[in-house]
């Protein structure tokens, strides 16, 4: 476990605060708002503690079960608000009981989704409702024990229905207590709304809590008024704070440097003997807002509702904390929370990173118009893995989202991440207003030469989100009847305008029509195959020098090796980084016709032209490695070339994974590494001109090869 670098006591001894998470909130990592909030009240020199109940329920009911719950899968149906509804709002909703043939059975006649969830899930989800009232009993006595003056909930993602639950209980059970709610499910009109049905929440913050928050807890604890406490809402200041039905959330942090490092101690002493601490990871912040969303907020996103305005932290305080982080707790992951990195900090922090790199490896979300070398710079520095905002291969479909990126910038950097290893996770969303079924059609026809990198790891149709432009502004951008998604309408005994204030998701249609089912459908099979498929296929070159070997196994091949030279080599190299035809004119020396090249190189399935662009599709090796699947496949196609096999080779699998990195080639006894292995066998082709073997014919120029290439034998390959 982590070195400890506090002095906070655990006992059962009065607080003046209490901070509390409940389910279904992230099981593996520490909450950092509420211990943010918890070290904003040092000044006041009160008795404070963060309780850590998904801990408690994680552990009752099983990690891995939690945070499938957690996770959302499926997505939107809500399931862990369901589970505590019915200790909030008692079981006289009928309604709420036909949640399963409705919602997860997907019965309901408005619930468009065809695949209902599985049986077995099903009935883990209703012994874990059975379990719900045992723990909320623990909960309460775990509360009332520790006699807070002040009981603060967070509400995030699938914990709304839960810490309700929980406030209701504590209230009735001890009415002096005071209970403040906040967090993303407390933004604005949710907030309001929040306060005006649920009696026994005392206040709620509306917003970023770290000024604010310090201030209402002191006027709660010498009596002073916090009626005028800007995004502080209560029942008697609802009235005064709404204007035109929007409430004013809390002033926002606008000098990052100004927030506590975080000290996650709490976490740590609840966790022992609860988590493997292999699997926690650390979240750690250096900015808030969007950069990008400032100048053109994405139609989609609902994330910082109220405080789009980017900041950050300098870059030598983001370092000191960074590094603090990870001396206290050195066993740790650790990963950036920030919605996107900010590009000032390839001037100092990544640099600094990459000289004095800490044991974890970090995780970034970023715009995909990185660079190249900005990539190796991060991966250098130890940020490893990242989510980019690609969400579309369509150059029209991205403009509606207003990405500021293009198709082939999605493509490059895909390109490039699979180069370079960088680990990446990305997703498809369409059904936007205005986009047409020849935008679908085009990306069908892309995707087919994309299948040998990463595949996307989720595709949905447009979900609407408060807070986006597209909820914000639905009649400009053609979206009508918006109203909250249906686990909502089985999850509150409310009336339908009641229900609207507070959700988060909703449903809506087109102003214009449009039959997204129609067109979406053949680009999703093709999404799914991508994935099913994307061990089997790849496509690499090896740079020897003279010549580019490019060596081709996906469905869409045409050959599975092709030999550029000279003038096709050069111009393929080029377009490593999308290049227009006139910018090809610019940068290279071709003796030959360019544009005839380009046309047959595109013909090929080598390059693709997208955005206007053309882009070189192969991954060079090096740190790219081919799976085991793809390296049989090699094997085949030397064979077929009659290519001879030394018979002593022999290829392992180790510890059944089935990845590149996991084997091993012996070569006349020597054991070595599968890059450098393939790097020696490959470059032992001795290719000429003039050799009586024809193997391949490009742009009119005969390639031959000599049947000298020692590799595996197929009797033993295993």
Known sequence: MPQSHSSTQYNNADLDVLLATMPFGPLYQPSIGLTLLKDSLSPLNLQTEILYLTLQFGNQIGPRLYNRIAAGRPYQDLVGEWLFRDDLFGEHNTRAWTYIDGILRRKDPEDVRQIPVDESYISQLLSVKRQIPTFMDYAVQGILERNPKILGLT????????????????????????????????????????????????????????????????????????????????????????????????????????????????????????????????????????????????????????????????????????????????????????????????????????????????????????????????????????????????????????????????????????????????????????????????????????????????????????????????????????????????????????????????????????????????????????????????????????????WDFRPIAKSPLTILRNSQKELYELCDKGQTRNSLISKSSLEVNYEELLDWLVEENLIAYISNRYISLAVPLGVHTPTLNVLKKLRNCLLELDIIIDTHTRLYQREQKLTADYFQITLDGEVVVLQKALENLISGLNLSETQSEQIYTAGGITFDAVNSLDLFNPDVVR
Request: proline share 5%.
């Open 155 to 550: 509400s995030i993602f699938q914990q709304h229905i839960a810490s309700l639950a929980l406030a209701k209980r504590v209230k009735k059970a001890r009415s002096e207590i005071i209970i403040v709610m906040g967090g993303a499910n407390c933004e604005d009109v949710m907030g309001a709304e929040v306060v005006n049905q649920f009696p026994f929440i005392d206040y709620v913050v509306s917003g970023e809590g770290d000024i604010v928050f310090p201030q209402l807890v002191e006027s709660i604890l010498t009596g002073k008024s916090s009626y005028y406490l800007q995004g502080v809402l209560s029942k008697d200041n609802l009235a005064f704070k709404n204007i035109n039905g929007k409430f004013l959330s809390a002033p926002p942090v606008k000098e990052m440097d100004n927030l506590p490092p975080v000290n996650y101690d709490d976490f740590f002493h609840q966790a022992q003997d609860i988590l493997e601490p292999q699997k926690i990871s650390l979240p750690f912040e250096t900015s808030r807002g969007c950069w990008w969303g400032e100048k053109h907020h994405c139609t989609f996103c609902g994330l910082n509702g109220s405080t789009m305005d980017y900041r950050s932290k300098a870059q030598e305080r983001a370092l000191e904390e960074l590094y603090m982080l990870s001396n206290s707790y050195p066993e740790q992951s650790i990963f950036v929370v920030d919605n996107i990195l900010d590009m000032r900090y390839f001037k100092h922090f990544i640099p600094t990173l990459k000289q004095n790199r800490i044991p974890s490896e970090l995780f970034y979300e970023v715009k995909a118009n990185l660079r190249k070398e900005q990539l190796v710079e991060m991966i250098e520095a130890g940020i490893t893995r990242i989510q980019p905002g690609i969400e579309s291969l369509s150059d029209h479909v991205l403009d509606l989202m207003r990405k500021g990126v293009s198709a082939s910038q999605n493509i490059q950097l895909l390109k490039w991440c699979k180069e370079l290893g960088m680990e990446l996770s990305w997703n498809v969303i369409w059904g936007f207003p205005g986009e047409t079924p020849e935008d679908y059609v085009e990306m069908g026809e892309l995707i087919p030469l994309l299948t040998h990198l990463k595949p996307p790891v989720g595709t949905s149709q447009l979900r609407l989100d408060r807070f986006s432009p597209n909820y914000e502004e639905a009649t400009e951008f053609g979206i009508t009847d918006i109203r909250a998604t249906l686990p909502y309408q089985y999850i509150y005994p409310f009336e339908e305008s009641i229900v609207r204030n507070l959700a988060y998701h909703f449903t809506y249609e087109y102003e214009n029509e449009q039959d997204v089912r129609s067109y979406s459908q053949p680009i999703l099979r093709k999404l799914r195959q991508w994935r099913e498929n994307s061990e089997n296929t790849d496509m690499f070159s090896v740079d020897l020098g003279h010549i580019l070997l490019i």
